[in-house]
Structures are given as structure tokens and as C-alpha cells.
């Protein structure tokens, strides 16, 4: 990691970043995966995550990207579909329409979540299931047309919260209780998790909502970083 030791990393691709010779970059299991999905869209987004990540841990560890060692082993069921962990930095991956965020630490687990907004969704019957009692009463007092942004607030906040302790969809996210949208990111509340916790919203474009939380007591220092020149390249430049 190029920043200073309590810095996270946030790299940045869009779809257009993709190219097929990033396959290239991935392993056995991950090119299953790729040629699995059968939207476009979708097969962009994932190899863009898998080619940030080995890119960055490739240029880092002085090794080609697909020499990089991942485990995606699901807790569950031991099918390689689970979060990805490798030794000596702890991982998050979110993509969400044209963006894909990867967080990188090399000692403290994060998560991160990005969502696009999307002003369709009926907010309100989300919120029934997703947020807590006082969050959706929190919900109805932002005006009708910013409802939806509100919502994807909250979502990101709490995802990026289970994704960095490792509950992901196990959790029951309306006990996972955080600040309001006009409020500055923080989780108060989470029945069951006594753990330290810092949560900040992510600049991600006026079309996105995108969070970040960090499993320590210390305020993060994070650098967004524009991963198209790493993509772009066909060698992987030492730091």
C-alpha cells in the first residue's frame, strides 16, 4: 500500500474499464464464474473486481496478477463463491451499475458498498424489511422525492457495516441501526456486536449512494484511487 498505515484504499473502475484480456489476469474457479453469468453487464462488473484486486496485490507483492493466491471459499458450503480473503490485506468488493469499489487494509477488516440510486423503488416497502423502526420512521420525514436516495443511504451504510465483520446476508439488517442520511455515517446500534466500528459515506457521483465501514476505533484515512491506468496497462507496474 502506497499511503500511511491507517490509510484505505478505495480503487475506482467503471464498466468501460473492462477488456477481455483481463481474463487473462484471473484463475481457474474465477473464469468459471465469468463465463457463467449471462448478462454482459454482469460479466463486466465481476471481472472487473477480480482484475482490481489481483492487479493491485500483483503490483504490492512484485508477482503477475494470476499468480496472486484468493480464497473464496463460502463459509456455508465451501463452493468458491464467498468473500475474498488473502493473507496480509483484508478485502471488499461492491459494484453497483457503472461502478466497482474495491477497499484494501493491510491489517483492519472493511467493507465497502456502493448502490445506485434508483428513484423507481418503492422505498417505503423496502423499509419494512430492511430498516428499523426508528430508521423508517426517520424515512418518512425526507421529502417523497428523495426518499429513494435516503433509503440507498441507509443500505449502503448497513452493508458496508456486515460486509467488514463478515455477517454479510446472514445479518438481519433492521437491527443493524445507523445514522440517518442527513446525519454524519455512524452505526449506533447493532444487538449482539460490541465490536469498534467507523462508518463514512463514500463520494460516488450524484447517481450513487456508497459507504464505508472499518472495524476499528480510529477515524479511517481513506484515498480514492482511479483504477482505469492500472486496467489499462498490460504489464502490472511496480510501485
Do not use: N
Request: proline letters at 7%.
Amino acid at each position: 500500500m502506497t499511503s500511511g498505515p491507517q490509510a484505505v484504499e478505495i480503487w475506482w473502475a467503471r464498466v468501460r474499464d473492462a477488456r477481455p484480456e483481463l481474463a487473462a489476469d484471473l484463475d481457474a474457479a474465477e473464469r468459471g464464474r465469468l463465463a457463467a453469468y449471462t448478462r454482459d453487464e454482469d460479466k463486466a462488473r465481476f471481472l472487473l473486481g477480480a482484475a482490481v484486486i489481483r492487479r493491485v496485490l500483483g503490483r504490492d507483492l512484485e508477482v503477475p496478477p494470476a499468480d496472486v493466491r484468493l480464497d473464496r471459499t463460502c463459509p456455508d458450503c465451501g463452493r468458491p463463491h464467498g468473500k475474498v480473503a488473502t493473507d496480509g490485506m483484508q478485502l471488499s468488493v461492491s459494484h453497483s451499475g457503472d461502478l466497482v469499489a474495491v477497499a484494501f487494509h493491510p491489517r483492519t477488516a472493511v467493507g465497502v458498498d456502493v448502490e445506485l440510486v434508483d428513484p423507481t423503488i418503492e422505498a417505503d416497502s423496502l423499509a419494512a424489511v430492511s430498516l428499523s423502526e426508528v430508521e423508517a420512521d426517520q424515512l418518512t420525514e425526507v421529502e417523497p422525492a428523495e426518499r429513494a436516495r435516503a433509503f440507498t443511504q441507509y443500505w449502503t451504510r448497513k452493508e458496508a457495516v456486515v460486509k467488514a465483520t463478515g455477517d454479510g446476508i446472514r445479518a438481519d439488517l433492521r437491527k443493524v441501526i445507523v445514522s440517518a442520511p442527513d446525519h454524519p455515517a455512524a452505526l449506533l446500534e447493532w444487538s449482539g456486536y460490541d465490536g469498534p466500528v467507523r462508518l463514512v459515506d463514500l463520494p460516488a457521483g450524484q447517481d450513487y449512494a456508497a459507504a464505508l465501514a472499518v472495524l476499528s476505533d480510529e477515524i479511517p484515512d481513506v484515498r480514492s484511487i482511479d483504477a482505469g491506468p492500472l486496467l489499462s496497462s498490460g504489464s502490472v507496474p511496480r510501485r
